[in-house]
């Protein structure tokens, strides 16, 4: 399957959210069952909107249909392992007052947390600010690669941004349980 051509997009790295939901809408109008497409079809463009909504998954797939496959095994960038560190650090922080929570009993004992609560909440928050900066940054690198197509600078890239989008998502399931 070519995403690209699944949502009538040109084959670029660099894909806007807009752009992608407009495609996505556009493409549903023809392909949903209530429009007269089939099943299939339908899920076939669920399945292309979500890969070309993943920087990740997009640059994976983009380097596939140019015919170079992307190890994914390997390290990640040495400053990504550093805000990894960062990322647990605050997880784990956030974990133990979901827990000191859970086991209060009282109003007045949940009510004491609220402070450490909110804390939690704002450093999760600070840190998916962080992580969205560190995407578009990484997403930066896309211009080049379009240009000239490396596939061991490609599945770093990948790697990193695989990795920023797992940490994006457990950060923001860790924020809904601090609310």
Not at 10 to 15: A, K, N, Q, S, T
Not at 65 to 76: N, T
Not at 95 to 119: F, G, T
């Amino acid at each position: 399957m070519n995403a690209y051509q699944v949502l009538d997009l040109e084959e670029r790295l660099d894909v806007s959210d807009e752009a992608l939901a407009v495609a996505f809408r556009e493409a549903g109008k023809r392909l949903h069952p209530d429009a007269g497409g089939g099943e299939g079809d339908f899920s076939g463009l669920q399945q292309a909107r979500e890969i070309l909504a993943s920087p990740s998954k997009r640059l994976r797939h983009w380097m596939e249909l140019r015919g170079i496959v992307l190890d994914p095994r390997g390290a990640v960038s040495a400053g990504l392992m550093d805000f990894f560190a960062e990322i647990g650090a605050a997880t784990q922080a956030a974990e133990a007052v979901i827990r000191k929570r859970e086991a209060a009993r009282s109003a007045l004992a949940k009510a004491l947390l609220e402070n450490e609560i909110q804390m939690a909440r704002e450093a999760v928050e600070a840190l998916q600010g962080r992580i969205g900066v560190r995407i578009s940054e990484a997403c930066g690198g896309f211009a080049e690669l379009e240009q000239t197509p490396d596939g061991e600078a490609a599945a770093r890239l990948a790697r990193d941004l695989a990795f920023l989008e797992k940490w994006r998502a457990a950060l923001r399931a860790m924020f809904s349980r601090l609310v």
